[in-house]
C-alpha cells in the first residue's frame, strides 16, 4: 500500500491564500444564500450552505480511499479522524464548492435552465474543479500520493466528474423539493449535500478504490475501473438530469418547445 507523505511540510504562503480566499467566498455565499432565501420564500437554500459545511466531515474517508494527502507539519488542523487531518480552509472550502455549486444549479433551475444548459454548466464546473485542485497541489499544501491514473499536473483528472455530479444531483433535488418543504420544514435540506456526496462519490467510485487500495494492482485494471466509474458518476447525472426539461422554459413550469418557437412566426402572419 501507498504510504503518505507525513513528514512534507506545508507550505504556509499556500495554507494563508487558501485560507483567506475560502474566507471571503464564503462570507460572499452567506449573503448570496440569505437573498435567495428571501426570493424563493424559503430556508432552503440558507440550510443548503450549512449542509455543504457539514459534509466536510466526510473529507477524512475521502482522503483515506482516495489517497489525498494535507501536509500535516505547519497544518492549521481542524478536525482529525482515520489517521488524517484536515485543515480549516479545506472544511470551509466545503461549504463554497458543495454548498455553493448546488445553490448555483438549484438558481439555473428556478430560473428556466434547460437540460442542455445544465450540461454546459457540468462541463465547466469540471474544468474549475479540475483547476483549484492542480492550483492547491502546486500551492504546496497536499498531494494525491500513490497510483491513480489519468493525472495530469500530479491530479488524478477522474475525481472531478464525481465531485461535479454531487453538486448537479443535490441541485436538482433541491429545486424539486422546494414546494414540498414549506416553512420549518425547508431545514431538512440539512442532510442533503452530506448524503448527495457519499451517494455519489463512493457510490460510483467504489470499484476504483477497491482497486487502487489494495497492495498490487495492474495499471490497465486501474484505467478500466476508473473509467467505469466516471461512467457511473456520468449516468447518475443523467437521471437526475431528467428532472429537468429539455427545451428552453420561461420558468420553472412553462416549457417552451423548439417546435413551438417554429410555428409562432406563422401564427402571428394568419
Not at 117 to 135: M, R, S
Not at 149 to 159: G, N, Q, T
Not at 249 to 261: A, F, N
Amino acid at each position: 500500500m501507498p504510504i503518505p507523505p507525513t513528514n512534507v511540510p506545508v507550505n504556509q504562503t499556500g495554507q494563508w491564500i487558501m485560507t483567506i480566499l475560502v474566507i471571503v467566498a464564503l462570507l460572499g455565499l452567506a449573503f448570496g444564500a440569505l437573498r435567495m432565501s428571501r426570493r424563493l420564500g424559503s430556508w432552503g437554500p440558507v440550510a443548503v450552505l450549512a449542509s455543504g459545511l457539514l459534509a466536510g466531515f466526510i473529507e477524512p474517508m475521502y482522503c483515506l480511499t482516495m489517497h489525498l494527502w494535507y501536509y500535516r507539519p505547519g497544518q492549521w488542523t481542524m478536525v482529525s479522524a482515520m489517521g488524517n487531518s484536515q485543515p480549516v480552509w479545506s472544511w470551509l472550502s466545503y461549504g463554497v464548492f458543495y454548498g455553493g455549486l448546488t445553490l448555483l444549479v438549484w438558481w439555473r433551475v428556478e430560473q428556466g435552465a434547460s437540460r442542455a444548459a445544465l450540461v454546459k454548466l457540468a462541463g465547466a464546473v469540471i474544468l474549475i474543479f479540475i483547476a483549484v485542485e492542480i492550483v492547491c497541489i502546486t500551492l504546496g499544501i497536499y498531494e494525491y500520493y500513490g497510483s491513480h491514473p489519468f493525472r495530469v499536473l500530479s491530479f488524478p483528472l477522474w475525481i472531478s466528474v464525481a465531485n461535479t455530479m454531487i453538486a448537479i444531483v443535490a441541485g436538482v433535488v433541491a429545486a424539486r423539493l422546494r414546494p414540498l418543504l414549506p416553512g420549518v420544514q425547508a431545514l431538512a435540506y440539512i442532510a442533503l449535500v452530506p448524503v448527495a456526496m457519499t451517494g455519489v462519490m463512493f457510490g460510483t467510485s467504489f470499484l476504483a478504490l477497491d482497486v487502487i487500495n489494495t497492495s498490487y494492482s495492474p495499471a490497465w485494471l486501474q484505467y478500466l475501473t476508473v473509467t467505469i466509474s466516471m461512467a457511473l458518476a456520468a449516468t447518475v447525472g443523467f437521471v437526475a438530469l431528467k428532472l429537468v426539461p429539455a427545451g428552453v422554459t420561461t420558468g420553472p413550469d412553462t416549457q417552451v418547445r423548439p417546435q413551438d418557437e417554429q410555428l409562432r412566426p406563422q401564427r402571428a402572419g394568419r
